[in-house]
């Protein structure tokens, strides 16, 4: 991963100027809202971007801060959404409660995994990321009496958030709820990767071999984080089956992996807004070109990819960073 | 924040009348399939089919203009199916939601279909408990079902007593395998044996010799179209399985164009039960088969059919209610519609909603020096068997 | 149960490892090589597919004489990719050379399907690679039989060339350590140019034997690239060797599992691959 950004001598000023809200996350969070009123036949789309973005966000505090690269995220998504689906066949419809219980699942999955991710590194992490989330989606498939198999979950039935707002077919609770989940997930990452354990995080993408020799538990911090992303991608499955009243094996697809990682790459890894940056990019591109030719927009989507690295490396947040002087003396 | 989402709710309402109101002088329809990935082709077919309906009957029908608009999900994502349609009906007013070559994805868009209350043709999907979920929804390809106790009911009357069930490990496999056994066993046949197949499966002789080694009556087949029903095909010549010996049974994705010409001699003698094929002797699917031809330099096969025959229920439809695109009238007018399409006789079930239709039993022969799928036998107005029962 | 259905089994099993041992094998030797990361491999295979269904197909050429040319058309668009992308990404992160391969390898999906269509393409063998024949009482694909003909005479010239020619010598050097490879004077990047030329030519004659056995329509760039992964992370990165056990080994036990565990099907390559990285995580041959 090519990004150095060194610390300041002082750890503790650092992670304090670190810590500090800019102005242009304010405004970024502002324009948020703006589908609200400038785009209001969009929101379906703007929730799952808002989803999409969560589940980037998740990849982000593994990928960009831990240096873990998954190509089975999708599994933990999964997990989540399967849960809160499931959870709303048995008459639990409440959204809270499936948003919760969906974080619990995956959490204790991304848990009992994170003792086996810890150990590996490089190919060898990559492959067993991808291979346990084949296992899952196969194990999805063959427990059709409990999750519907292909058909995908029947019979989701999820109630009014709040008690009081039920999901229309306009998007807007949708896409409101998408949309404080994903902030308020946000501000506690945020304080997450700008406090000493997101120090230690970084320390170990950096070199994993130093970081136990000079006292940083590097296998625990991982296996911490690790749940904490698989949580976290959880609730973004969670939101996903909610919004749209469907859960199938889709969720668990190989393809839902490979994308995440695209659009957090094509944002940039490392700065929790690369996801979320990528997310938009990618969601809105594929929308706009597969609305304009749907059979062929991969080209364009490839194309997009192939120039974003071309003209901006390390993603588009990455070269903003290098562009934008505020940011580099914010560090 | 509770005041904002009450306003904003009150806001999608106003959007909502205003929609209904604007849909004047043209009817819109919304496509939505996987024209991108692993199922292109099936949606290419498809597509190809309302193509060449609305070319054929033209673009006007009862005073109003049709309009498609083609949304693509890319594969099994009903949670993107569902967007899709949801923004067909807010953004674009569609009056009518059509395609879905995927049963997921239609059961997803079902329940857009009931919400919204928008007229749904099903061109493909084969999932028998799709029809029930909306209202509105019309079937114009196939059940898994139907076509599978057709062939176990095929398969005893001619005489085979013990059968081996080969399906692909997903929902329409086990449908199909569901379907074959029971109609199989209920007439006083015996099945020896069970296997399920990865769904994505490249290579399949390990299952083929597993079951040689019983070498059993016939063998049923399914697995879904594409690169599977040849390799299939191929193991079983590889394995030396020889179809005069053994009868292989399947769906009519097994003997799919495609998949016999990638075959070759292997195919010979596989037998099948299905809806359409482009060979079917009658004067509207010679015609049919002609201009698509013409159109689109290849055969049709059961998607294009689909397509086809979707547009038909949609432009007879419309023809009834004289223009009215809303739901309760074009499903009132859509049930019972019967016509002599390309597959031959066709009726959309007054009761179900879902297709009453001949099923042919075809053969793999060699006619000249192509091979094609003759059909020997026939089961005519065959209806789904779970749906058929209930009302 | 006698004995022959299992060799038939077992016989199936290796050509279909041989299959993914010709698909893969660049990919580990470059991924050894370079560091770089090339998801667009399968789209070479592709290519090497596509090259054999047009002249079989379209001009009429005998199955067996376009098996050179994919090879060789798979091998000289490879070296233009090369030359114009891959080229300036080499000391870039993995996550650029992820994101640029994966992109072309999207293109390349759109691409077929727009050249080519959507549709199945079928291929025509020669008659003496069709049907079957016995062999000790053993029921053998003719196929089959030349796959894993194709692929020991790979197998063999690979080894051949890296054990005992100079450009095997500077390609295992690079491969052990480039820096030093490159102190020492040795081009690593003509090195490389060469390698992943072959590599992506071997991808191609792969992609074109593979159409007999698993189809080829427009997606295969994607359907088959987590196989590929799963070959060369088994087999260690940079090795032939550990390809082409790795890939035997895989195809085989791919086979037996469901042959004897047919419900374990779908689970069965993944728990062996995640079985042998936890053993050994640097796959069966690799060094690092």
Redesign the interface.
Known sequence: MAFTRTAAADPHRHLHAQAQWQPIELVFWAATLIPFFLFPKYLALASQIAIAALFALSLDLILGYAGIVSLGHAALFGVGAYTAGLLSTLGWGDPLLGLAAGAVAAGLLGYVTSFIIARFRHLALIMITLGLGQLIHEVANKASWLTGGSDGLQGVRIGPLLGRFPFDLYGYTAYAYSLVVLFVVFVFARRLVNSPFGLALRGIRENPVRMPAIGAPSPAHVRKIYTIAAAIAGMAGALLAQTTSTVSLGVLDFQRSADVLVMLILGGAGWLYGGIVGAIIFMVARDQFSGINPQLWYFWIGLLLVCVVMFLPNGVLGCLQLAAPWRSKAS | MHKMLALLGSMALAAMTAAAASAQGTVKVGVIMPYSGQFADLSAQMDNGIKLYMKQNGDTVAGKKIEIIRRDTGGVAPDVATRLAQELVTRDNVDILAGFTLSPNAIAVSKISAEAKKFMVIMNAATTVIITMSPYSVRTSMTLPSVGASAGMWAYKSGLRKAYTMVSDFAPGKDAEAAFQDAFKKAGGEIVGAVRMPVANPDFSAFVQRAKDLSPESIFIFVPGGAQPAALGKAFAERGIDPNKIKIIGTGEISDESAVKNMGDAALGIITAWHYDHTHDSKPNKDFVAAYNAEFKRNPDFGAVGGYDGMHVIYESLKKTGGKADADSLVAAAKGLKWESPRGPFQVDPETRDVVQTIYVRQVRKVGDQLLNVEFDKMENVRDPGSAGKK | ?ALG?IF??LF??FA?GMLLFLLSVGLSVT?GMMNFINLAHCAFAMLGGYVTVTLTNRFGWPFLATLPLAFCIAALVSVVFERL?YR??YR?????Q???T??????????A??VF????Q??ETPSFL???F?LLGV???A??LFLIAMGLAIMLLLTLMVEYTRFGAQLRAAVDNQRMARGLGINVEGAFIIAFALGSGLAGLGGALAI????????FAL?YL??V??V??VGG?GSIGGSFVAASFLGIS??????YL??L???LI??V??AI??WR???LLGRR
Request: no cysteine; proline share 5%; net charge negative.
């Open positions: 149960m259905p038939g089994v199936d099993g279909y991924l992308l300036r990404l870039a992160g993995e996550l650029d992820v994101l640029l994966i992109g072309l390898a999207f293109m390349s999906v759109a691409v399907a727009y269509g959507t549709v199945q079928p291929v069709r049907g079957s016995s029921s053998v694909g196929y089959r007999e056995i698993v189809g080829l329509d427009h997606s359907a987590i196989y992964l799963i060369v992370s990165l791919d086979m037996l599992g469901k042959y047919p419900e099907g779908a689970f993944y728990l691959m995640i990285l936890i995580p640097a796959g």
